[in-house]
């Protein structure tokens, strides 16, 4: 198993787009260094949706993708309820427009987006499975009820759920609190973390002096509650800066940045975290940050000081886990 994906919701424009949630500007020609960066770096799990700039993440990440061997590359994407009727609604169309916007001839996981009615789409899960189409099935945003009826129902044609998708930060703990974590684990599922530096706002870069673009989705949620993570971040960063540098890196004197024991802490949790890649240094970043292991006494203490913000970050989009 990867210990990190690449997410590409940033990507593109559109509907749920880069350009509305992220504040940010993004096409294959700014995006091909990042790509191509991750490769180099052995990160190859890229993870999309048709939900993200409604097919315009997908078609950057097929038009890059298109440069390497189909099986270097492994692709994840999503089909969305809350748009199935845009193809038919139907589980399979949604996949079918996937595999052709990216220029590929499978998918190899493929996700029920969100729980709007399991029982409903879940089994449109299963004839992709068996044409070959999907070589693995998730669920995302689901609690442990919604995923062991989609499990019973997949499990009726010998298929089974490989990986849970689930918001989980240092702010937002629900699947562990709800027992989704430890689920995952009994039962030989990958827990894919997505939002572990919630959107940029435990990275570091920003505080009430050098806020987050005021315009976006993103700006408008986490703005207003940045003093409140000064404590959490200033602990982050001198965790960091008692690793130093990799020992394979050029700089010595280095430190691991703030946005790094994020991800680490992800990781030290049995969690794949899901790093937004927008620029190079992003997924360069991202691969040193895998090789740290925090200390539980470190984990221990960044979740008290998360504990202690009193700010909840759950998504309009989810239903608590607990």
Not at 44 to 64: F, H, N, P, R, V
Not at 87 to 116: L, Q, T
Not at 150 to 177: T, W
């Amino acid at each position: 198993m990867a210990k990190i994906a690449l997410g590409t919701w940033a990507w593109g424009a559109g509907a749920f787009g880069g350009d509305k949630v992220f504040g940010s500007k993004t096409d294959v020609v700014n995006l091909k260094p990042v790509f191509d960066a991750a490769m180099k770096a052995r990160l190859s799990l890229w993870d999309t949706a048709t939900a993200y700039g409604m097919g315009e993440s997908e078609k950057i990440l097929g038009s890059l993708a298109k440069a390497y061997k189909r099986e270097q590359v492994e692709i994840s994407t999503k089909f969305t309820p809350q748009i199935a009727e845009v193809f038919e609604n139907s589980v399979e169309k949604m996949a079918d427009a996937s595999i052709e916007r990216m220029g590929c001839d499978y998918i190899d996981i493929y996700w029920i987006h969100n729980p709007m009615d399991v029982e409903r789409w879940t089994p449109g899960l299963i004839p992709l499975l068996r044409s070959g189409k999907v070589k693995r099935v998730g669920v995302s945003n689901h609690n442990i009820k919604e995923i062991q009826r989609a499990n019973e129902i997949l499990a009726e044609a010998g298929f089974k759920v490989s990986a849970v998708q689930n918001h989980f930060s240092l702010l937002y703990r629900s699947s562990e609190k709800g027992g989704v974590l430890d689920y995952c684990k009994e039962n030989g599922i990958e827990f894919w973390a997505y939002m572990v530096l919630e959107q940029g706002a435990l990275s570091g870069k920003y505080n009430k002096e050098n806020p987050l673009p005021a315009e976006s989705d993103r700006g408008q949620k986490y703005n207003p509650v940045l003093p409140q993570l000064e404590a959490l971040t200033s602990e982050m960063t001198a965790i960091g800066q008692k690793y130093g540098a990799i020992p394979e890196q050029s700089s010595p004197t280095r430190s691991l940045s703030c946005s790094q024991v994020g991800i680490a802490w992800a990781i030290a949790k049995g969690t794949m975290p899901i790093i937004g890649a927008t620029k190079a240094r992003h997924v360069i970043e991202a691969a040193e940050a895998a090789k740290i292991q925090l200390t539980a006494e470190e984990v221990a203490r960044l979740e008290q000081l998360a504990d202690a913000t009193g700010i909840d970050t759950r998504g309009g989009w989810e239903h608590s886990m607990e």
